[in-house]
Structures are given as C-alpha cells and as structure tokens.
C-alpha cells in the first residue's frame, strides 16, 4: 500500500521539549510499523536504521525495545528483530478494550472541554471540515484517524489512559491498514470525527462518549465485513 509521509501531525503540534534521538527514532519506527510501511514480519535491520535515521546504535535499540513493549516488534536471540505479524484473530480483545476505554476518554475529555488541547481541537474540526478525505486517499483517511484519536486522548487529560489507548489504536490501526484496500467507507468513518469533536468543544459529555462507542463499534463491523 501506498504511505504518505506522517508530516501533518508535526506541521500542528504545539512547540514542546526537544525530544531525545531514541524518541525521534521510535517515532519515525512506530509509524512505520503501525502504517505496513515496514511489513509484517520483515526483519529490521539496525545498520540500515541508524544510518537511514541518522542516530546510533544505542538510541535505535532504546526505540526498539519500547517498540517491543507496544507489540510492534519482537526480538529472537540469534535471529534479529522483526516486524509482529498482524494478527486479525485479536480483533476482538482489542475491541472490548477500545469500546469501554475510548467513549471514557471521549467523555473526560467533553466534560473538561477539551482543556489545554481546545485550541488543538478546534483548529481540527476546521481543518477536517476544510479538507476531508475522499474516498480514493485511503492512507490519508487513516492517517486522520489516528491523528483525531490521539488528539483526544491527549485532551482526556489522563496519562495512563492515554497511553493504554494509543498502544490499542496502533493495533487496531494495522488492521484497519490490512483491510483498507477492501473497505468502502473509510472517508465516511472518519467524518463522524466533526460530530465527535465538536461534541467535545461543546462540552457534551454523554453525546461525545456515545459517537465514539458506536464509532468503534462501527469500526470492528466494517473490518468484519472484509476478513
């Protein structure tokens, strides 16, 4: 599948602390994995990494073993690291998880109005209703996705959460990027983000907890449909 360069994000974000060069590696590895740009089950090879990325060896082994950690990678003494396989037989578990844990994060983030992330919140609704996704960009849709999905989670104000939620979205995510090629309504999928934001802006707590359980809801249908 075609991947665009995830360069969106990092045009919006807000300027934060300088991040380490293990972070920037396991950014731009984790994308990769999550997006098939790296295959699953590819083998990973460190040289052609560090030099690609430009850090060294001990940084690119930081990224990998917290890539490891989030399931995206696995490590075989004697052997090398390698891409996991996607494994569509756990849509299911992911789905019970993200069906309690994503209207809550929805919902937290509503009943404080986006908080510190309001701004970054409304700057998406306009951007999503400015320039949607069309139903032939399939990898800018899911980019928009994940993009939205974190954006909330962010604002939900809760670190634990948050990063139970992104760890199970980047699973989910690999199997969206699997079916992709066969679903016919990913631009709809993620129009239902304006209604979901806004709803958050809003501080609709109930209305923006039920958009997001029946939007993931809607999620494991659709994959359903196609595997």
């Known amino acids: 599948m075609s991947v665009q360069p995830a360069t969106t994000q990092a045009a919006t974000a807000p300027p934060g602390p300088t991040r380490s060069l293990a972070d ?15 295959a699953p089950g590819e083998p990973v090879n460190e040289g052609e990494l560090s030099r690609e990325l430009g850090v060294g060896r001990t940084p690119l082994r930081e990224a990998l073993k917290r890539l ?24 299911s578990e992911i789905s019970q998880v993200r069906q309690v844990l994503e209207p809550l994060a929805a919902g937290l983030a509503a009943q404080m109005r986006g908080g510190r992330r309001r701004d970054a919140v409304e700057a998406l609704i306009q951007e999503l209703e400015s320039t949607p996704p069309t139903p032939a960009d399939r990898d800018h849709a899911l980019r928009w996705d994940r993009r939205i999905h974190r954006e909330i989670y962010t604002a939900a104000g809760n670190s634990h959460l948050q990063a139970t939620l992104e760890r199970y979205n980047n699973l989910a995510t690999r199997i969206w990027c699997v079916a992709a090629d066969r679903l016919p309504v990913i631009h709809q999928h993620i129009e239902v983000h304006v ?20 939007h993931v809801q809607e999620f494991e249908t659709h994959i359903r449909q196609v595997l």
Do not use: C, K, N
């Open 195 to 214: 209604t979901l934001l806004r709803a958050i802006v809003d501080g609709d707590a109930e209305a923006a907890a039920q958009t997001m359980r029946t």
């Open 68 to 91: 490891e950690s989030d399931h995206l990678v696995m490590t075989y003494a004697r052997r090398g690291t390698f891409a996991t396989p996607v494994d569509i037989t756990a849509l």
């Open 24 to 38: 920037q590696a396991f950014e731009q590895l984790q994308d990769r994995l999550i997006f098939l740009d790296i």
